[in-house]
């Protein structure tokens, strides 16, 4: 059974940084593509962040660009999100994705097939 646990959530104040971590297990991490996502109140699912089984990521959403930054570590089984530069509107709460094959499935979450629980980040002004 494939679970995902996201961490590293919390209250922070706008300038703040933060680094999310996902924890795999269940499955061969190293085989599929990893996105993150997050949701804010009374928003749908927004698409940030996807990387390759090879460690190639596709363009950022524009919301963060250039703020944030998703890497993994193939061998921990763990996808990580730093985050810089925080602003309130990143409050939300961040998940982190499987895509069903190595490749980046594209940025709709429909396209993912296993979740985390998400965890929190409220960013204060």
């Known amino acids: 059974q494939v679970q995902l646990v996201e961490s590293g959530g919390g209250l922070v104040q706008a300038g703040d940084s933060l680094t999310l971590s996902c924890a795999a297990s269940g499955g061969s991490f190293s085989d599929y593509a990893m996105a993150w996502f997050r949701q804010g109140p009374v928003k749908e699912r927004e698409f940030l962040a996807a990387?390759?089984?090879?460690?190639?990521?596709?363009p950022y959403a524009d919301s963060v660009q250039g703020r944030f930054a998703i890497s993994r570590d193939n061998a921990k089984n763990t996808l990580y999100l730093q985050m810089n530069s925080l602003k309130t509107e990143d409050t939300a709460v961040y998940y982190c994705?499987?895509?069903?094959?190595?490749?980046?499935?594209?940025?709709?979450?429909?396209?993912?097939?296993?979740w985390g629980q998400g965890t929190q980040v409220t960013v204060s002004s």
């Open positions: 994705a499987r895509s069903p094959s190595r490749y980046y499935p594209g940025s709709s979450p429909l396209l993912y097939n296993y």
């Open positions: 990387i390759t089984s090879s460690g190639i990521s596709p």
